[in-house]
């Protein structure tokens, strides 16, 4: 990610701050010296309303502002076009494009999953938890589309309950305001002293969570302003326990698609943010300091290489099932290998029971297809096992994760 040519300033209503006195609830767990060091004053953030907020005239001349729409329309477009409305293969295509964007968000929270692990946790196959966490972002992507059209305060707990139903022990907090102080960085276990951001108190939080509403609700403000913005609010408001940072990542998408900017797909913009997360974390300090122009920034460049990229990515996971479907020449078009072709694209990993679900056929109507998509060398069978056996598309993985590979590489040289 490029760093901006002026440093420009785009003036945002700054986080202010209280001072408050803290003290371990459980000092005889730590040392003297530790109970110490956590022991005085610390400041709390109070959130600005921002609401009634408006950019300045010329910052409506933001560079590349206009470049990053039109990009994420323009691939929203090139989708349909290229897959057409009435293809099998948009849906999941659909479904890919929001998987490789919910893994990407969980990556810049370090959980990493690959390709076949997350499709195994979808069909509640194998013991990776970072793939069970990754599916609950997805599951919060796809209720902050579902939601669209609805931005609230309801919607937004719906998105952070299907996050955090998936991940192991945070079952009680799905779906909650916090009730307690929660800070980044410094001491996780005695207290908020020497971290690095201290959150609001979570009496503020629901009336800091309905401004933001109001705020997404507008509609006289350029989508990528408004997106950026509310984005960097959400992560100061931090309203939950845990997932906050892909909670908010989900927001983004809900907001995209309440404005119309996407219809039809899901363009992998936490991707372009992973190329360059110090970056991100710089821009959402700038912006409690009262300058939105680095989130701005941050979140035009990632939607234009979401928009490149992820054209890339469509047509090498399309190439992929073209090869198959060479394939299969010689099948009758009612074949149920044609029907299971295209969801190999977002479920490369499949067994029975997930097919039957998905299409409703019986057991022998999918045996048989499995045994030709099989026998054809469309799908290998991995498990080894005589019962519960589990295919896989080894080229739309291998695509899925060399994609990922490439946004870590990036990341790494950033």
């Known amino acids: 990610m490029k760093p901006l040519a002026a440093d420009p300033m785009i003036s945002v209503p700054a986080t202010t701050y209280q001072e408050l006195s803290w003290q371990p609830s459980n000092p005889h767990i730590f040392s003297n010296a530790e109970v110490k060091r956590q022991t005085g004053t610390y400041k709390s953030a109070i959130p600005a309303r921002i609401a009634d907020w408006s950019p300045q005239p010329e ?84 209720s902050a589309l579902h939601l669209a059209q609805n931005i609230s305060l309801d919607s937004i707990l719906s998105m952070h309950q ?4 998936q991940q192991a022990g945070m079952e009680d907090e799905a779906g909650k305001i916090r009730d307690e102080l929660v800070w980044i960085g410094g001491s996780d276990t005695a207290g908020p002293r020497g971290s690095i951001y201290v959150a609001p108190q979570h009496e503020q939080v629901r009336d800091a969570l309905e401004d933001l509403v109001e705020f997404i609700s507008r509609t006289d403000l350029p989508a990528i ?133 998905q299409l409703g056929l019986g057991d022998a109507t999918i045996q048989r297809a499995l045994s030709q998509l099989t026998e054809r060398g469309v799908l290998v069978e991995k498990s080894g096992r005589n019962r519960n056996r589990i295919w896989q598309h080894g080229g739309v993985l291998k695509v899925l994760d060399e994609y990922a590979k490439s946004l870590r590489r990036a990341a790494g040289s950033a």
């Not at 946790?121 to 972002?137: H, I, P, Q, S, Y």
């Open 162 to 165: 299907s996050l955090m139903n």
């Open 225 to 357: 302003i408004q997106v950026a913005v509310a984005h960097a609010q959400f992560e100061t408001i931090h309203p939950f326990v845990d997932g906050n940072g892909r909670t908010g990542r989900a927001l983004v998408h809900s907001v995209l698609r309440s404005r119309r900017v996407t219809q039809y797909t899901t363009a992998p913009i936490s991707a372009g943010i992973l190329r360059n997360t110090s970056a991100y974390f710089d821009a959402l300090k700038a912006f409690r300091i009262g300058n939105a122009a680095p989130i701005i920034d941050t979140f035009t460049s990632a939607a234009i290489f979401a928009s490149n990229t992820g054209k890339d990515l469509i047509d090498s996971l399309v190439t992929q099932i073209d090869q198959s479907a060479t394939k299969l020449a010689g099948l009758r078009s009612s074949s149920a290998a044609w029907k299971i072709l295209p969801r190999l694209i977002s479920q490369p990993v499949v067994n029975s029971r997930y097919l039957k679900d």
């Open 59 to 142: 910052d409506l001349k933001f560079p590349s502002l206009e470049e990053a729409l039109h990009a994420l329309q323009d691939f929203d477009v090139y989708s349909l076009l290229k897959l057409g409305n009435d293809s099998p293969e948009l849906g999941p295509m659909s479904s890919v494009l929001l998987r490789t964007e919910s893994s990407s968000s969980s990556q810049i929270e370090q959980l990493t999953t690959t390709a076949r692990q997350l499709a195994l946790a979808e069909l509640n196959e194998g013991d990776k938890a970072n793939a069970r966490t990754v599916v609950g972002n997805v599951h919060a992507m796809e």
